[in-house]
């Protein structure tokens, strides 16, 4: 264990910030999930490498962790401020499915991505239709509370009554816009926003329930106000989202949950992951411009080569995704790897010297706003340096890799399809022939030349054998 303390870039307060838990070593943590009318694309698996490093940081801590993610399979609408229809709902209708049928494809698609990525499940994985009634509830604490008012389509948070709405973000209030529909009539204010929509009369929706303003469906920021109400409690620690969520989605959140609670801070740290970008714009399902871990997997790459390239950046910059980077960052993956899985059958050793000050450079890093950058670089480090025996490297990589996920210690070949490829079998064995004459310099070009194919080879008493990622 390590002295140094955790410092996190809270978005509340604009600054990095000694982590304090409500609870000695307990941490509560909410990730802002997916909304699952579409495929997500590698951009929005972002946030759920974010958080999931962020969830081995405070088990490396020694915390106890507990975390939740929702599933939004109902209110998202099309605008995020709160005009158009429900997302769902449309891709049900264009594609003549049920709206649950939709929801459970891509759930299930996420979760899997979720798996090949190595993010560790959360605690709890909760759908907004499973809590119709803890949204409801919420709602009616709010109205009976004044923060209410009931207009044709719906009932609406007023914001005049929360006098701190712009503070979290900053907003300009008087700035008329900032993204928000100011066209539903008797809204009293741009920003005031839906807590339940109305079913309109005449229009077939999938996904309407019964409630005390009659039949209709929640709004998207009402359902992690109230899951989190449900699993959480009145406060926690952290909340987790990408930085498109800050000005609208979170603003509503900590103004419907202080409302409703009485407290202030709500929510202790706000963190929030920047952007992955794609042929000059963010990546987004509405812009078209996307990219499914399945595309990289069938383009040859190993999905954990995508987690690498994640770590590459700091999660608060901007990351531009682009075929040369992916590529890059797939060989950098299989070199370490293939170099750190030959460590898997050694002894582990912590005791040698020089250790000890790799292993507080490590918890350094990973303290400081969970820094992936420096500890990928060094993850390299270990496996370069000179002077440390394969013991103590065997420590360190495990150790390290606690953190990254990268499965640095297990043989890639457990998880390649077996394949034959006369071209490669002789490829392979012209370069077990020049290692048997010493020709080293020959037998690393036919390694690399393989390698940038993906394919590894793997050295074993009985000869090479080579496989290919599937
Ligand atoms: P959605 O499924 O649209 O609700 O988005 C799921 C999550 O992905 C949210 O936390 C978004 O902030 C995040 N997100 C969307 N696009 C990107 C992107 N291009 N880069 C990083 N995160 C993104
Ligand atoms: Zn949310």
């Given at each position: ?5 955790v ?51 405070f ?8 975390h ?36 459970d ?14 993010c ?30 009931r ?5 609406y ?36 926003f ?27 920021h ?70 499914v ?38 060989k ?12 898997a ?5 912590s005791?040698?010297?020089?250790v ?32 440390l ?14 953190w ?52 590894t ?14």
């Amino acid at each position: 264990m390590t002295a140094h303390e955790v410092s996190l870039y809270n978005t509340r307060t604009r600054r990095k910030e000694a982590f304090v838990p409500i609870k000695p070593k307990e941490v509560k943590i909410y990730t802002c999930g997916p909304t699952v009318y579409s495929p997500q694309h590698i951009g929005n698996m972002r946030p759920y490498m974010f958080a999931d490093l962020l969830r081995r940081t405070f088990l490396l801590k020694g915390f106890s962790v507990f975390h939740v993610t929702n599933i939004t399979d109902v209110g998202h609408l099309t605008d995020d401020g709160d005009s158009g229809d429900d997302k769902m709902e449309v891709a049900a209708k264009k594609s003549g499915r049920k709206a649950e049928e939709i929801a459970d494809e891509y759930t299930a698609q996420w979760l899997e991505d979720r798996r090949l990525l190595n993010c560790v499940d959360p605690d709890v994985l909760c759908k907004a239709t499973d809590h119709i009634a803890e949204q409801v509830a919420l709602c009616q604490k709010l109205e009976s509370k004044g923060y209410t008012y009931r207009i044709s389509d719906g009932i609406y948070f007023d914001i005049s009554k929360f006098p701190g709405y712009a503070n979290f973000a900053k907003l300009d209030l008087l700035k008329e816009g900032e993204g928000r529909i100011k066209d539903v009539s008797g809204k009293r204010h741009y920003a005031d926003f839906a807590l339940w929509k109305f079913a309109e009369k005449g229009v077939a929706r999938q996904q309407e329930w019964d409630s005390p303003w009659g039949r209709g469906f929640p709004g998207w920021h009402l359902e992690c106000s109230a899951m989190s109400w449900r699993y959480l409690g009145e406060r926690f620690d952290i909340h987790t989202g990408g930085v498109d969520h800050i000005k609208i989605h979170h603003t509503n959140e900590i103004a419907q949950s202080e409302a409703a609670f009485g407290v202030n801070p709500w929510v202790s740290y706000w963190m929030h992951n920047e952007f992955l970008d794609f042929r000059g714009k963010k990546m987004s399902k509405s812009l078209g411009n996307i990219c499914v871990l399945r595309d990289l997997i069938d383009a040859g790459f190993h999905p954990l080569s995508y987690r690498y390239f994640f770590l590459q950046a700091h999660y608060r910059k901007q990351q531009t995704f682009t075929d040369e980077a992916m590529a890059a960052a797939d060989k950098g993956y299989r070199r370490l790897r293939a170099v750190t899985e030959g460590l898997a059958g050694c002894e582990s050793d912590s005791s040698e010297e020089g250790v000890e000050k790799i292993v507080q450079r490590f918890y350094a890093a990973v303290y400081d706003d969970l820094n992936a950058p420096q500890v990928l670089a060094l993850a390299g480090e270990v496996v370069r340096k000179s002077g440390l025996s394969d013991s103590a490297r065997r420590y360190l990589v495990e150790l390290i890799d606690s953190w990254l996920g990268l499965n640095l210690l297990s043989p890639l070949s457990q998880e390649l399809g077996k394949e034959s490829d006369p071209r490669i079998d002789d490829l392979v064995q012209r370069r077990e022939a020049a290692r048997q004459e010493k020709n080293f310099s020959e037998a690393d070009r036919i390694r690399d030349l393989l390698m940038d194919e993906g394919v590894t080879i793997e050295d074993t008493p009985d000869g090479s054998t080579w496989h290919r990622f599937k």
